[in-house]
């Protein structure tokens, strides 16, 4: 079955701080993986994907095949990271997102 | 450019009636998926379209039922509506066929009395 796993309904941390948001995934095949964030009344956007292999606004992620994981990290937590964050798997090479269940971050000053 | 447009942004329906929901995706974008988003089950995916095709469908009954127009337009429809069809719908268009960003739209509120 194909399933994306998000264990935190909401992770709270203050200024400054690392922050990991976790994600496992389930699937047999090769995964395609996103981190999807929406931001207090804007649109669902993409942070970043696993193939593009880039940071943005200091977000990083990396694909673990052994432990099936995609978990989002940033060294240095800022207020305006504040957001609903949603780890995604596209499996199948069509555009059908499968989401988890999400992860709030509330950085506080 | 413009981003995606869901119209209407909120709909208020009752209980077996049926509702047309509307999506315009980004200028280019071929392909159009539909997601319901509720607190309960979170995002769930309804249905994909590529050039008018229906390529993939989710876990939802067949009350359910989607289009694509030559212009890329999708709609949605849902028939004999329920309590728990109650939700968000949320649009997203992709430029390619497969992996690629999807872009959503602000998504229509719908509530079922």
């Known amino acids: 079955a194909q399933r994306v796993t998000q264990p935190e309904k909401l992770l709270s941390v203050f200024k400054g701080a690392p922050v990991e948001l976790k994600c496992n995934y389930s699937y047999s095949g090769s995964p395609e993986l996103f981190w999807y964030v929406q931001y207090s009344r804007q649109r669902l956007q993409l942070l970043l994907r696993h193939i593009s292999r880039e940071s943005i606004k200091g977000f990083t992620a990396d694909l673990n095949k052994g432990e099936t994981s995609f978990h989002l990290k940033k060294p240095f937590a800022q207020e305006e990271d504040s957001a609903m964050y949603y780890c995604a798997l596209n499996a199948g090479g069509y555009n059908k997102l499968i989401f988890g269940a999400g992860t709030r971050l509330a950085v506080h000053p | 450019k413009a981003g995606v447009t869901q119209t209407p942004r909120y709909l208020i329906k009752t209980r077996g009636q049926q509702v047309t929901l509307s999506c315009s995706p980004i200028?280019?974008?071929?392909?159009v998926s539909w997601y319901q988003q509720t607190p309960g089950q979170g995002l769930q995916f309804l249905f994909e379209?590529?050039?008018?095709?229906?390529?993939n469908k989710g876990n939802f009954p067949g009350r359910f039922s989607g289009r694509q127009f030559s212009n890329s337009r999708s709609e949605m429809n849902v028939s004999t509506l329920e309590l728990g069809d109650s939700a968000l719908y949320l649009c997203a268009s992709s430029y390619s066929s497969g992996g690629s960003e999807a872009f959503f739209g602000q998504g229509t509120r719908l509530t079922v009395v």
């Open positions: 379209y590529f050039s008018e095709t229906q390529r």
């Open positions: 200028s280019g974008h071929r392909s």
